[in-house]
C-alpha cells in the first residue's frame, strides 16, 4: 500500500464525486516508547478536571487546516510526497505549559524543544508550500508543543483555580531526546467520546520525495 492512500476511497490518489468537509492537520507521528512515557505521565492529572487524550493520538501538530473539502485531500497528500525533509529530528519535551495561558486555560501541553534544529524550518516549508497552492490554515504562529490533556468546560471557578495549582505543581516530563517517525496528514472526527484520528497521508523522515 503506498504511504499516501487514501482511506475513504480506497483509491491511491483517487477523488470522489460528492464533496464533504475534513477537519484536517498535519502532525509528526511520536515513537511508541515516547507515548507509553506520556501515557504515565498523563496518570498523575485527576479526570475531573482534566480530559488526556487517548495515547495513540498523542501528536505533534505542524499546521491546522480545520474544514478542508474532502476533494483536496489527493493535492495533500502529493504536497507531503513533494515537501523538503529532513532525514532526522532531534526532539524534546519537557516543562508543562498551559494555552492560551495560565489565567485562560483551555488545554494542558508540554512544551517541545529542538536542540538539533530543524523543526521551525520543516514548520515553514510546510506552511509555504500550503500558501503556494492555495490551502488555507491557522495562521498562528508556529510554537512547538505537546498535547496532553483538555480542560473540561464545565468547570467552576474554583475548579480552574485547582487545575491552575495542579499545573504549577506538575514536575518536568523527562524523557530525554527523541525522534519522530514521519510527518502525516490527519483526519479528526470529533465524536462525544472524543476525536478519533485517521492517518490520510504519511511520510517517513529519510524517505525520498
Do not use: C
Not at 515516547?34 to 479526570?47: H, I, V, W
Not at 515537501?83 to 486555560?105: E, F, N, Q
Amino acid at each position: 500500500m503506498p504511504s499516501w492512500w487514501w482511506p475513504s476511497t480506497g483509491i491511491a490518489g483517487g477523488r470522489r464525486n460528492a464533496v464533504a468537509d475534513l477537519r484536517l492537520f498535519f502532525s509528526l507521528d511520536l515513537p511508541a516508547r515516547l507515548k507509553e512515557a506520556l501515557s504515565r505521565y498523563q496518570r498523575t492529572l485527576p479526570r475531573s478536571l482534566f480530559r488526556p487524550l487517548k495515547p495513540e493520538n498523542l501528536h505533534i501538530t505542524l499546521a491546522f487546516l480545520g474544514d478542508t473539502p474532502e476533494e483536496e485531500v489527493p493535492h495533500l497528500s502529493r504536497l507531503l510526497m513533494d515537501l523538503p525533509l529532513p532525514s532526522r529530528l532531534v526532539l524534546t519535551a519537557g516543562r508543562p505549559l498551559a494555552l492560551p495561558s495560565l489565567s485562560r486555560i483551555s488545554v494542558l501541553t508540554l512544551k517541545v524543544g529542538n536542540p538539533g534544529g530543524g523543526l521551525e524550518d520543516l514548520a515553514s516549508s510546510l506552511r509555504e508550500a500550503l500558501l503556494d497552492t492555495g490551502h488555507s490554515f491557522d495562521p498562528k504562529p508556529f510554537k512547538a508543543h505537546l498535547t496532553l490533556a483538555y480542560l473540561h468546560r464545565s468547570l467552576s471557578p474554583g475548579e480552574r483555580e485547582e487545575a491552575r495549582e495542579i499545573i504549577l505543581s506538575l514536575p518536568p516530563f523527562r524523557f530525554g531526546r527523541f525522534s519522530p517517525e514521519s510527518i502525516t496528514l490527519m483526519q479528526s472526527t470529533l465524536t462525544p467520546a472524543g476525536s478519533i484520528f485517521t492517518p490520510l497521508a504519511t511520510r517517513s523522515f529519510g524517505e525520498e520525495a
